[in-house]
């Protein structure tokens, strides 16, 4: 799961940097961000979103090394790797119980960089009057580009049909960045489906390991798919799975809630997950996650991690 995890949020900086009808050839030369993106994976310490990072960040969420993450573990390492991660920028909104919260989302994209003061928090709410790029501070107030990522159960021990057309539907909308799944042992990253069966990608392939060249490029191919994805019956699917959309600009995600209103909300009773324009009262109040303050460029290992994220469970990084 944790390979699934890195192919969405790859194609989630490949929406960001490259855009989404960018298609990788072999051996065409590709941009210098295409090249920095492959460098935040690969498989050494140093890099941000490395299989290290992953599973020391799992540690923080009660999966020793080693162990089964979850689509849901998965979905919270990467929220918190991002905070780190300063070049892509990315607000990683995690929903919680079932429902995502239009405000949170909107708060947390359009909040102001560390440091400033309360007063501009909610500058994104007065961004038709201040400008769309800085608030009378100074502060850039931008959209920051939103990997939206739903954990879902979608039946105890099996996926109940009633909610396979909405399953299907998400995959049709232009945010859509996939699914995280699979089935018992076998964790895929689903990228569409034809029939009622979904295509995936499978990442349990031996490869050889990869580094970055003097140059800063990387040998790619092992990277991309040399095959034809694989297909499976949607209704061997685990019920354990989480949905990922991208939204780089503000217009995508208003575009994106107009559409779950109507293809997903529609049904009255048993819907996949509720959309909702206010944070509920009896939750705890909602505060944009930031970046602890800690010497670490997000690609170190952090051996001290005492009060890093007060609202979230008290986790631990291991030295290597």
């Known amino acids: 799961m944790l390979r699934c995890g890195q192919m969405m949020l790859a194609q989630a900086l490949i929406c960001r940097h490259l855009g989404r009808d960018w298609q990788w050839e072999k051996h065409k030369k590709q941009p210098e961000e295409y090249h920095r993106i492959l460098r935040c994976f690969l498989d050494r310490k140093d890099c941000c979103y490395s299989i290290h990072q992953m599973a020391q960040m799992g540690v923080g969420e009660g999966k020793s090394i080693g162990e089964w993450f979850g689509p849901n573990t998965v979905a919270q390492v990467l929220k918190k790797l991002a905070l780190f991660d300063e070049w892509n920028s990315l ?185 909702v324009q206010k944070h509920p009262p009896h939750w705890p109040p909602f505060v944009p996650p930031s970046k602890p303050e800690v010497t670490t460029t997000g690609a170190e290992l952090i051996e001290s991690t005492d009060k890093l994220f007060e609202l979230e469970e008290e986790f631990e990084i291991l030295s290597v």
């Open 91 to 275: 607000a990683v909104y995690v929903s919680m119980d079932n429902t995502v919260v239009i405000e949170d989302i909107k708060k947390m994209c359009w909040s102001p960089p560390q440091g400033s003061s309360t007063a501009h928090s909610t500058a994104y709410l007065h961004r038709g009057a201040l400008g769309r790029n800085k608030n009378t501070a100074g502060f850039c107030t931008g959209w920051k580009p939103l990997l939206l990522i739903i954990p879902l159960r979608l039946g105890i021990n099996h996926i109940n049909p009633v909610y396979i057309d909405a399953f299907k539907e998400c995959f049709k909308m232009p945010q859509s960045l996939g699914a995280l799944g699979g089935k018992p042992n076998n964790a895929y990253y689903f990228i569409g489906f034809l029939g009622n069966e979904l295509i995936y990608l499978d990442p349990h392939t031996t490869q050889s390991f990869v580094d970055s060249e003097e140059n800063g490029t990387v040998d790619d191919e092992s990277f991309h798919c040399q095959q034809a994805p694989h297909r499976m019956k949607i209704m061997n699917l685990d019920p354990s799975v989480a949905l990922g959309f991208f939204c780089k600009e503000e217009c995508d995600f208003d575009n994106w809630c107009s559409l779950v209103q109507k293809e997903i909300l529609k049904q009255q009773s048993l819907r996949m997950f509720e959309l």
